[in-house]
């Protein structure tokens, strides 16, 4: 058995092969996170083991579709969960079980292709940092993140509305930003400050960087035909944030570490809406208002 450790979000996992049919390779996002030790107890630790096979299957939660992709929820006797994970083709790519908190994940990978397998492994390790930080001041936030100025700044919305076009809008017209992540940050609540992370995982774009910084401003974005911008009043903020986090409402642990992260942040953070056309006006609006 092979194990290797990573760091994201400042957290600690661990990632066990429990053969040689799988490996590192499979994960390539994570490769600027690995450690060669850790220094803390991990978040979680998961077990790669394609000859796991369920005993018997949990209490059907529901089916789920997100981003085109599918997640089958049960709920196991013991208060673990079961999920089965299937790509956007509806090929099933892995089977995943894991106990109560997250804290131990079990991975049978099921696809045949590399692009199959990635996907049931990838999926699965972002779901279990997802669920195993949500009490611990830890976010998983659907958003696209650029850096300007040593601060962070977090554009949410559905997918499709443009919430990269608007980052990439940043890069091109204000000197100095960078691209933190595109899809799939980390934020947490540390020490009473709110600070994003880059992560493994970015949708789309491959932009997989371990960096971090302090949250300058959220911001929501809706498609209009003029460029407007206003600050959000904090249960307006709290009802847009909540959506954009991973999250399952039908688990108290999960769904109750969410609100709680999701309230500090909105207390900690400026949250705006912007209602945008796709140009370098709508950029520059954005900019002089959330970085006053």
């Known amino acids: ?26 994960i390539p996002s994570f490769s600027r996170f690995r450690v060669d030790a850790l220094s803390q107890a991990p978040l979680f630790c998961v077990l790669v083991d394609d000859a796991f096979r369920w005993e ?17 929820v049960y709920k196991t006797a013991e208060g673990g969960y079961q999920f089965t994970i299937s ?16 804290g131990e994940i079990t991975v049978a ?20 940092y997802a669920f195993a930080g949500a009490d611990k001041g830890t976010l998983l936030m659907h958003a696209s993140v650029i850096r300007c100025d040593g601060k962070g700044y977090l554009m949410t919305a559905p997918s499709g509305t443009g919430k990269s076009t608007h980052t990439r809008l940043w890069y091109d017209n204000i ?33 997989y960087r371990n960096i971090q910084a302090p949250v300058g401003a959220i911001v929501r974005i809706q498609q209009r035909p003029q460029n407007t911008i206003r600050r959000l009043r904090p ?58």
């Open 56 to 72: 018997t299957l949990g209490r059907e939660i529901g089916q789920f579709d997100s981003a085109g992709n599918n997640y089958g």
């Open 1 to 26: 058995m092979k194990t290797l450790h990573y760091i994201v979000g400042e957290h600690a996992l661990s990632i066990s092969f429990a053969d040689e049919a799988n490996d590192e390779r499979l």
């Open 109 to 128: 990978l099921k696809g045949e292709t590399w692009q199959q397998r990635n996907f049931g492994l990838n999926n699965a390790i972002m779901l279990a």
């Open 175 to 207: 000197p100095g930003c960078d691209l933190m992540n595109d899809d799939n940050p980390v934020v947490r609540i540390k020490d009473g400050q709110a600070i994003v992370y880059g992560s493994p995982w970015s949708g789309k774009t491959p932009c």
């Open 235 to 292: 249960v307006e903020a709290f009802g847009e944030l909540l959506p954009a986090m991973s999250s399952m409402k039908w688990d108290e642990r999960v769904y109750r570490g969410v609100c709680d992260s999701v309230g500090q942040l909105v207390s900690l953070c400026g949250i705006f809406e912007l209602g945008c056309l796709p140009d370098a006006a709508a950029a520059h609006l954005c900019h002089d208002t959330v970085t006053r």
């Open 87 to 102: 790509d956007p083709d509806g090929v099933l790519c892995s089977h995943v079980q894991t106990n109560t908190d997250f």
